[in-house]
C-alpha cells in the first residue's frame, strides 16, 4: 500500500516547539490546523461520527485517538479498543450484578448467529489468549458499547484478528450504519521497524505502569547499573519515588512472536482500503529522509536516544539525535512524532465528513 506523505511544513516559519509540553503542543495545533480544529468544534456541536482504526499492532492508535481528543473536545470523544471491550465484558459477566442483566438483555435484542448467545458466552468466560470469539458475537458487543457511550465521536480498534473475506464484510457492513452517523477508515502506515523498536524497547513503571520507550520516548532522569553494565528510565511520577522502570517479559524479542498477527494486520488494512463507500484517512509515520525537509519541520520528527556513562562526572550522559530507519520498502526515512500524524488526522477528516461545505 501506498500512503500519500502528507506536509505540515509552513514555508518561512521558524517558530520551533517543545512537542513534549503541553502548552507548547497546543500552540503547535493552533498554528498548523487552528481553522480545521474549529470547524471540527463547531460540527461537533450538531453532529457526531464513528472512526474505524486499522493499522499495525502498536502503530499509535491509542496516542492519536487520545490526542486528537485533548486538541478538539474530550467531552465529546472516546476511544476504545475491541480487547478492552472484551475484557471488561467478561468481568461484567464474571458478576451477577444490573449490569449483567442489562448487557444479556441487548445482546439477546441484537445477538444474531450460528451457535446460541449461551453458547457464545460460554467461548467468552473460558477463552485463552489465542481461542477467537464469533465474529457476530464481537459485533452485538461492538453495538452494545456504542450504545453505552452515547453520542459521542467514537475512535474504535482492535478488531478480529482473523477474518476471511465474507465475516470481514459482514463485520463493516453490519457496524456501518448502526448508528446514524457518517463512518470513516481511519488506516495507520507504520514501518514494521518502527513497530519493533517500539516492543523491543518498551518499559513500565512497576508501581503506576507508566509505560515508556528506552529508545524513543525517555524519562528526565536516567540510571545505569554498572554490575549489568545497562541503562534504565527511572519513573517520572514523584508518588513512585524513583522507581525503577521494567521491561515486560517477552518484549526483547520485538515483532518476531507476533510476525503471523502483523501479517494479517496489513490484510486488513488492505480488504479495508478496497471497499467502497465509505470514507477513508490515510495516516503515514515515516517520511523519506531526502524530502523530509520540504514536508515537515525538524522538531516534528522523532527522537533517538542513546546513553554513555560518565565516570569522571559519574552522570549519564544522553544522545539525542534524529530517528532514522528503512521502512517497508527499504527507503532510509525519519519516523514522525504524534502530534504531525495528528495534524494530518485533523485536517483530513475535515475533508472526508458531510456537511463540510457549509463551513468552508
Excluded at 5 to 34: H, M, V
Excluded at 51 to 65: D, E, I, Q, V
Excluded at 203 to 232: A, H, S
Amino acid at each position: 500500500m501506498d500512503f500519500p506523505i502528507f506536509k505540515t511544513k509552513i514555508s518561512n516559519l521558524r517558530e520551533k516547539f517543545n512537542l513534549a509540553d503541553p502548552q507548547e503542543r497546543k500552540k503547535y495545533f493552533e498554528l498548523k490546523a487552528g481553522q480545521e480544529i474549529q470547524k471540527l468544534k463547531n460540527y461537533l456541536k450538531e453532529n457526531i461520527f464513528i472512526c474505524y482504526f486499522l493499522g499495525r499492532k502498536n502503530s499509535g492508535k491509542g496516542t492519536y485517538a487520545k490526542m486528537f481528543a485533548e486538541i478538539i473536545d474530550h467531552q465529546k470523544i472516546s476511544h476504545f479498543s475491541i480487547g478492552d471491550m472484551v475484557r471488561e465484558v467478561h468481568q461484567i459477566f464474571l458478576k451477577n450484578g444490573e449490569k449483567k442483566k442489562e448487557l444479556t438483555k441487548f445482546l439477546e435484542t441484537n445477538f444474531r448467529g450460528y451457535i446460541s448467545l449461551d453458547a457464545a458466552i460460554e467461548k467468552l468466560l473460558s477463552r485463552g489468549i489465542k481461542t477467537l470469539l464469533p465474529t457476530e458475537f464481537i459485533l452485538a458487543l461492538v453495538k452494545w458499547k456504542i450504545s453505552a457511550l452515547g453520542k459521542k465521536v467514537l475512535f474504535i480498534d482492535g478488531f478480529p484478528r482473523d477474518l476471511d473475506q465474507i465475516a470481514f464484510s459482514l463485520f463493516y457492513r453490519d457496524l456501518i450504519g448502526y448508528r446514524d452517523d457518517p463512518d470513516i477508515f481511519v488506516l495507520i502506515d507504520v514501518p514494521r521497524t518502527i513497530v519493533d523498536m517500539r516492543m523491543k524497547y518498551r518499559v513500565v513503571c512497576p508501581k503506576c505502569q507508566t509505560p515508556r520507550n528506552l529508545k524513543l520516548l525517555r524519562t528526565k532522569e536516567i540510571g545505569y547499573d554498572k554490575k549489568k553494565d545497562e541503562f534504565y528510565l527511572i519513573c517520572d511520577n514523584p508518588d513512585c519515588h524513583r522507581a525503577r522502570m521494567v521491561q515486560k517479559e517477552g518484549d526483547k524479542l520485538g515483532i518476531k512472536p507476533i510476525e503471523g498477527r502483523l501479517k494479517m494486520d496489513e490484510k486488513l488494512m488492505e480488504k479495508a482500503l478496497s471497499l467502497y463507500g465509505v470514507s477513508k484517512v490515510l495516516l503515514r509515520n515515516s517520511i523519506p529522509v531526502d524530502i523530509a525537509e520540504n514536508y515537515t519541520d525538524e522538531y516534528e520528527i522523532t527522537p533517538k536516544y542513546s546513553y554513555q556513562w560518565v565516570k569522571k562526572e559519574n552522570k549519564v550522559k544522553v544522545i539525542e539525535e534524529p530517528l532514522k530507519i528503512r521502512d517497508d520498502k527499504g527507503v532510509l526515512s525519519y519516523s514522525l512524532l504524534p502530534e504531525p500524524v495528528v495534524v494530518s488526522l485533523i485536517k483530513q477528516l475535515v475533508e472526508v465528513l458531510p456537511k463540510f461545505d457549509k463551513l468552508r
